[in-house]
């Protein structure tokens, strides 16, 4: 399987950032997958922000999840990640990820990110 980010690289404080994460090699829909939205802030450590799991249920973070939606066109096979009211604090390489086994606490495949800065 492989994951492909796409979006802006710069977005305006307030404004809404929408990334897409184009998936090949398996579907949206089946196996026991999430399909996940992962950030790494400058000089920090990897932030889970949410999933959408192969049912299309969805989890977020508690810390983003007034802010963030997550969404899936399984005609293109593709998951879109909405984050509002972005922040400079925003500014991360984001990245989308296939999570499997028991809770999908196990990511096996990772996009490559896409830089995100925000900034007026």
């Known amino acids: 399987v492989q994951l492909q980010e796409s979006g802006p690289g710069l977005v305006k404080p307030s404004q809404t950032l929408s990334l897409i994460c184009t998936v090949s090699g398996d579907s949206l829909t089946s196996g026991n997958y999430a399909w996940n939205w992962i950030r790494q802030s400058p000089g920090k450590g990897l932030e889970w922000m949410g999933a959408i799991v192969y049912s299309g249920n969805t989890y977020y973070s508690p810390s983003l999840k007034s802010r963030t939606s997550i969404s899936r066109d399984t005609s293109n096979n593709q998951f879109t990640l909405q984050l509002s009211s972005m922040t400079p604090e925003d500014t991360a390489v984001y990245y989308c990820?296939?999570?499997?086994?028991?809770?999908?606490?196990?990511?096996?495949?990772w996009g490559p990110g896409t830089q995100v800065a925000v900034s007026s």
């Open positions: 990820a296939r999570a499997v086994g028991y809770l999908w606490t196990a990511f096996d495949s």
